[in-house]
């Protein structure tokens, strides 16, 4: 059982918007703004859409928007496009031992 | 642009130990953690841990004790072993780096690593 909890799957029509939650606790989500969003395409590797709750790497699509409230965090995609469909992990750092913890992923489908 | 390349078996029987490298190719390991991090099929994402260019190593407490992470500067590399695999450690591993904010900012390929006898 991840740490995290996220829906298993979100679906939209292109060019809707969409908006997948993380939630965690008091101990890593509400307790630091150290969360981040990955894309993952079947048989490639992570990327890294968002940082510290709603910052963009560089090279990250500005569709993608992160936030975040109380022990909740969420991202948004605008625009939804075909190449949107992957899976989507969210992260944070935790106070525990085990420092960092992930969701268990959503699969985002475009109808 | 950091490049990460994984190298290392992917099939091991049970109780034998897993090895995995990565390369790191375009940047240096200075001034960074670099991570491993697993997913088990039909499951979420699994920190196992870190370590920087001087050896500092941090550990995910629940593999802590058949894990060791190490680094070798020379090569730009750092690596992988986890002793006495089971079934339960079947997984894609991914190296990555530790980038701004706690995130990874750049991941390996990874690798399928299937135990089985």
């Known amino acids: 059982q991840s740490a995290l909890t996220q829906p298993a799957s979100v679906s939209g029509s292109p060019g809707q918007s969409i908006t997948i939650s993380c939630t965690g606790t008091i101990s890593d989500v509400g307790g630091y703004n150290y969360v981040s969003w990955y894309q993952v395409h079947p048989g490639k590797a992570p990327k890294l859409l968002i940082y510290n709750v709603s910052e963009r790497p560089s090279g990250a699509s500005h569709r993608f928007s992160g936030s975040k409230s109380d022990n909740t965090a969420s991202l948004t995609i605008s625009g939804l496009q075909a190449d949107d469909e992957a899976d989507y992990y969210c992260a944070s750092y935790t106070a525990t031992s085990t420092l960092y913890v992930f969701g268990a992923g959503t699969k985002v489908t475009v109808l | 642009q950091v490049e990460l390349q994984q190298g290392g078996a992917g099939l091991l029987k049970p109780s034998e130990t897993l090895s995995l490298t990565c390369d790191v190719f375009?940047?240096?390991?200075?001034?960074?953690?670099w991570s491993w991090i697993r997913q088990p099929p039909g499951k979420g994402l699994e920190w196992i841990g870190e370590i920087n260019h001087s050896g500092r190593t941090n550990h995910n407490p629940s593999l802590k004790s058949r894990v060791t992470i190490s680094v070798d500067t020379s090569k730009n590399q750092f690596s992988l072993k986890v002793t006495s695999v089971s079934a339960a450690d079947a997984a894609v591993y991914h190296c990555a780096r530790r980038g701004p904010a706690q995130s990874f900012d750049s991941w390996g390929q990874g690798t399928l690593v299937t135990v089985s006898s």
């Open positions: 375009g940047g240096s390991l200075i001034g960074y953690y």
